[in-house]
Every structure is written in C-alpha cells, then in structure tokens.
C-alpha cells in the first residue's frame, strides 16, 4: 500500500454527489440581499497595528504626564533605550496579531499564545540585565500597587482597542481577547516603566512582569465570556 | 480569469453591495461549503443549518475580506469556527437531544449519501480529529496546503507534517485490514 493508493481511496470515498437543495441557496442569497450594504474593506495590516500602537503609547503618556515620569527620569541612557525599544518591538509584534485575529484565513506564523511566552520572556530578560537592586523592601504591598496600576490602565487601552478593531472576531474570539488583552498588559507595562521609580530587581521582575500575563489572561475571559454570550443567543 | 480571481471579484463586488454578485457566490461556494459541512456531519439538515449560519457570520465580517488575500481560505477559516461552534452547542445539548436528532437526521438525508459521506468518516475515524479536519480541506474541498494553513491558523510545516502523519496512519491501517477493506472500498 503506497502514498498513491491510500490518495486514490480518499478521492474516491470524497466525491460524493452532494447536490444542495437550490431553494436553500436562493433563500440565503434572498436574506443577505435584503440587508446589503456597501462597506469598506479593512485597511492594511500595519495601518491598523500603528493605529494600536499609537493608542497604547498615549494611553501611557498620558497616565504618566499625571502621575510623573519618575522612572524614566532615573534610567540611564542605554537603559531607556534597551527597555523602550524591547517594548516597542512587543507592542508591534501583539498589535499585528492582533489585528490578524481580525481577519479570517490570514497568515499566522506566530500563535498568540507563543507572543505571550516570547514578550513575557524578552522583558524578563531586559529587567533582568538592567536592574541590579536585588533588595527586597516592602514587595508585597508596593508590587501590588504596581500590578493594580498597571491592571487598570490596561483597561482603557483595551477598550480603545476593541472600539477600533470592532466588528470582527468571527474566528476566535478567545485568542483576540488573549492578544488585545497582551497588547493592553504592554500599555500597562510602559506606564510602569515610565512612572515607578522602585528599582528592585524582584519588584520590577515579578510584579511590572505579571501585568502583562494578569492583562493577556483578563482579555481571554473577556472573550470567551462574550462567545459563551453570543453562542447562547 | 480563473476560478479563485473570479471569487476574488465577486468578494469585491458583494462589498460594494452588488445583489448579483452575491447570487453568483452563494451559487458559487454554497455548494462547496455544503459538501465540506456533509463530510464532516453526514446529515443532510445539520449540513444545511451549518451552511446558513456560515453565510449569516460571512455577511456579518464581509469588510474583514481583503480583495489582495486569498478568498477560499477567507470562507473555509469562518465555516471551520462555525462547525466548531455547532459542535461545542450540540455536545452540551446532545444527552437531552440525541433520540430526537437521530430520527431527523434518519429522515432528512437520503441513504446512499448518507453511506457514502459515513463511508468516509469511517475511513478517517482512527485520525485525531485535526488531521481529519486537513485530510477533508485537501480532499473535499480540493484546498492547498498553504490554503488548509491559513484556514485552520497553522504554519505549512504543521499542516504537511499531520498530512504525513494521518496518511502514514491510513497506509498502516489499510495494510492491515488487506483484501477485506480492498474489496469493500473496490480497491481489489
């Protein structure tokens, strides 16, 4: 038995003659046509992840110009650029998968869950190599004032995002929710770098860290919670 | 202008709301999908629900289509969420349902299509459920590997590695069974 043979068998076995009944496809084109309308197909890919990209930095900004740019201030400058640009590098790289969850049969040579596990491993080894504070003071309490601060920020630039990629999701509402809620947890983690002066190793390690996974995992809630909605409808 | 460039310019058309152009891509991949849904289901009215909610969720998303993207991959990627979706509604309802279900789909598909799609199943039943769902892209639907890729959200290298991996498993089982399965599948 070859390659061939066991082809020549599925070929055989898939040809069956399935004739649609031609009433049903008329009632569907009928239905559709009913409620056409014109619409415009999505702009590129990189239009709309440098519109999300352009969401999550001001969205940082800003939560920072209010609260001060205490963190940045205290980097060097190698450091600034190691830890902006390694985010940068993220928010791009989410926002386009992101936007490809958008689209239907669109290419995907990264799952989002293997961005997660990359972006989560590429900023533990930035804060790794730039933090060499290995004390430990007050860890719980202010790293969970840094998570919930990062948590929370995260919510207004998922919410911005949704509103822009709206409309969609027809394939897996459960990994978009996964990738817009990484792409908001980055916004978070910006915020946090921008503003948190505490230079602990562990603090910025464990806790500005966790805000990217808290978020990712927040959004994957999120859609599912709206597919269990949609599908019980 | 082939068959894919036509579908190409009936997408652009239907999402400048052209009312033929939709007639002539429901007439068009309606079929396809149905067959695809059939190989999957092997009931005629569970096939013809599925092919109706697939067209619903296709008006809803049609802007998300890219005139510069390959079209049947567009289709399969939302049948695909759609079947999956069916799936997981029916096995919370199926405990309740099932008597019922039976005896519908017994009336509504007609027996020899029935046996053949069955005939099918029965073939790729030792297969895990994602290198059945590859096998039925390729061979049903007529798709390419990088089409299957892109509708089913995985690299090429993964999609020719369970392609490999469920024919070496049919290879092995059809050696097994010999003459018996060669006669019944008229291979002898």
Known sequence: MTDEDVDKVLQKTSRAASQVDPALLSGIADSINSSLRPVRPLPPTWILTGELAVICAAVAMTAAARTGFYGVEKLGLWERVLIFSTLAILVWMTGKEFVRQLIPGSRQPLSVGSILTIGSAALLGVFAMVFRDYRTDHFISAGIACLLTGLLLAFPAACMSGLLLRRGFAVNPVAAGLGGGALAGLCGVTMLELHCPNFQALHVLVWHTAVLPGSAAAGALVGWALYRRSSAE | ?188
């Open chain 2, 1 to 188: 202008m082939n068959s894919a460039d036509n579908l190409n310019t009936l997408m652009a058309r239907y999402q400048a709301g052209d009312c033929a152009a939709v007639t002539a891509l429901v007439e068009c991949v309606g079929p396809q999908l149905h067959r695809f849904f059939m190989a999957q289901t092997a009931s005629r009215s569970d096939a013809d629900d599925l092919l109706q909610e697939t067209w619903l969720r296709i008006h809803r998303v049609r802007h998300t289509y890219r005139p510069s993207e390959p079209v049947l991959p567009w289709f399969y990627a939302i049948a695909r969420r759609v079947r999956i979706d069916h799936h997981r509604r029916a096995s919370r309802t199926t405990a309740l349902e099932r008597p019922l279900e039976e005896v519908s789909d017994a009336a509504a598909t007609l027996p020899s299509e029935e046996a053949h799609w069955e005939e099918l199943e029965t073939l790729l039943a030792p297969l895990s459920e994602s290198q059945r769902e590859i096998l039925r892209m390729m061979k049903v639907a007529g798709m390419s590997l990088e089409e299957v890729a892109r509708a089913t959200s995985c690299s090429v290298g993964s999609v020719k590695q369970k392609v490999h991996r469920a024919y070496r498993n049919l290879r092995e089982r059809m050696t097994a069974m010999g003459p018996k399965r060669g006669s019944s599948r008229g291979l002898s």
